[in-house]
Structures are given as structure tokens and as C-alpha cells.
């Protein structure tokens, strides 16, 4: 079995964040003509924590990535002859 590859982590994050924009721009579309309490009590209780969410999750990809790193340099380090 290979090891997971920490690029893949990386791609992770870079499609989370395109994602993330794409969404951000399409909302902002719908708001412009979605103009009534209907519309502030959806943000209110499906939108208002997904920034926080979002920012959160990039980090701990971020984070995950660089132990997958340490991990992967550790294991090579074991396996070179000494």
C-alpha cells in the first residue's frame, strides 16, 4: 500500500477555497435579488457560521498536511542505509 500523498491535501485545500469563492459569488448574486426577512433568517441560520466553518477546516487541512510531511520525512529518514 503507498502512502497518501501530502499533494493531494494540498489540492484539497486549493478546491475547498475555489469552492469557497465560487459560492461566495454566487450568493452574493442570489442575494441581490433575494431582498426579504426570508433571505436574512437563511444567513442567520444556515450562512452565518459557514466563513468560521470554512476557515477553520483550510486550517486543519493545513495542518493535517504538515504532519502527513513530518510523518512521511520521519518514515524516509528510517528507511535510508546507514
Do not use: C
Amino acid at each position: 500500500m503507498n502512502p497518501p500523498r501530502s499533494g493531494a491535501f494540498h489540492d484539497a485545500e486549493n478546491q475547498l477555497r475555489r469552492d469557497w469563492l465560487s459560492f461566495t459569488a454566487v450568493w452574493q448574486r442570489t442575494a441581490e435579488h433575494w431582498k426579504d426577512a426570508r433571505r436574512r433568517q437563511f444567513e442567520t441560520e444556515y450562512l452565518a457560521e459557514l466563513p468560521g466553518a470554512m476557515s477553520h477546516t483550510a486550517a486543519e487541512i493545513v495542518r493535517f498536511r504538515e504532519t502527513l510531511q513530518k510523518a512521511l520525512r520521519a518514515l524516509s529518514d528510517d528507511e535510508t542505509p546507514a
